[in-house]
T-cell receptor
Framework: DGGITQSPKYLFRKEGQNVTLSCEQN?????MYWYRQDPGQGLRLIYY???????QKGDIAEGYSVSREKKESFPLTVTSAQKNPTAFYLC??????????????FGEGSRLTVL | SQKIEQNSEALNIQEGKTATLTCNYT??????LQWYRQDPGRGPVFLLL?????KEKRKERLKVTFDTTLKQSLFHITASQPADSATYLC???????????FGAGTQVVVTP
């Protein structure tokens, strides 16, 4: 079945540690996205990538890093510089960036808790 | 920057009635607007897309309108069912650059 797979589903981190969230898609989509969701708030864009080896900062990129070495993979690293990392993280993809084929397909999310 | 507003209060509705949700945005009008459904602890699922030159779009019991003059979209669930209980999000892609922005969502609770 085609889709987006995020792992791990739950992750606990000690303060000062970097953690990497995995996102893999087999939909052959060009664009991939990372969002953060906090209770009672909308999804906030962290990073997005329209093509392999290229990515742009979203609205809240500070304390995060990404890479896009393969079309199907877009891992997100939450660094120790992120002051409030406890949140629900969602990865998404779309066929192309923008345009009328811009429907987003989401993974099931990764819930990160800082101890 | 673009601001997207959705009703923050949960919408409680009786089964069989029509639920109407509002999405208002400021500043620039997007080329199209999308609606998603999100269940607790899950990723959002795409429901409908409406373009700026379309006034209305329907899919089964769902209907979306888009008024670029009012900068507003309305989302209707007709003949609502308890299974429709979820949070509904609207999303805009400013200038079609692929940079989607989401509203905070409105929770809908349908009681039998």
């Amino acid at each position: 079945d085609g889709g987006i797979t995020q792992s791990p589903k739950y992750l606990f981190r000690k303060e000062g540690q970097n953690v990497t969230l995995s996102c893999e898609q087999n939909l052959n989509h060009d664009a991939m996205y990372w969002y953060r969701q906090d209770p009672g708030q909308g999804l906030r864009l962290i990073y997005y990538s329209q093509i392999v080896n290229d990515f742009q900062k979203g609205d809240i990129a500070e304390g995060y890093s990404v890479s896009r070495e393969k079309k199907e993979s877009f891992p997100l690293t939450v660094t120790s510089a992120q002051k409030n990392p406890t949140a629900f993280y969602l990865c998404a993809s779309s066929m192309t960036a923008g345009g009328l084929s811009g429907e987003l397909f989401f993974g099931e999310g990764s819930r990160l808790t800082v101890l | 920057s673009q601001k997207i507003e959705q009703n923050s209060e949960a919408l409680n509705i009786q089964e069989g009635k029509t639920a109407t949700l509002t999405c208002n945005y400021t500043n620039y009008s997007p080329a199209y607007l999308q609606w998603y459904r999100q269940d607790p602890g899950r990723g959002p699922v795409f429901l409908l897309l409406i373009r700026e030159n379309e006034k209305e779009k329907r899919k089964e019991r769902l209907k979306v309108t888009f008024d670029t003059t009012l900068k507003q979209s309305l989302f209707h669930i007709t003949a609502s069912q308890p299974a429709d209980s979820a949070t509904y999000l609207c999303a805009l892609d400013i200038y079609s650059w692929g940079k989607f922005q989401f509203g905070a969502g409105t929770q809908v609770v349908v009681t039998p």
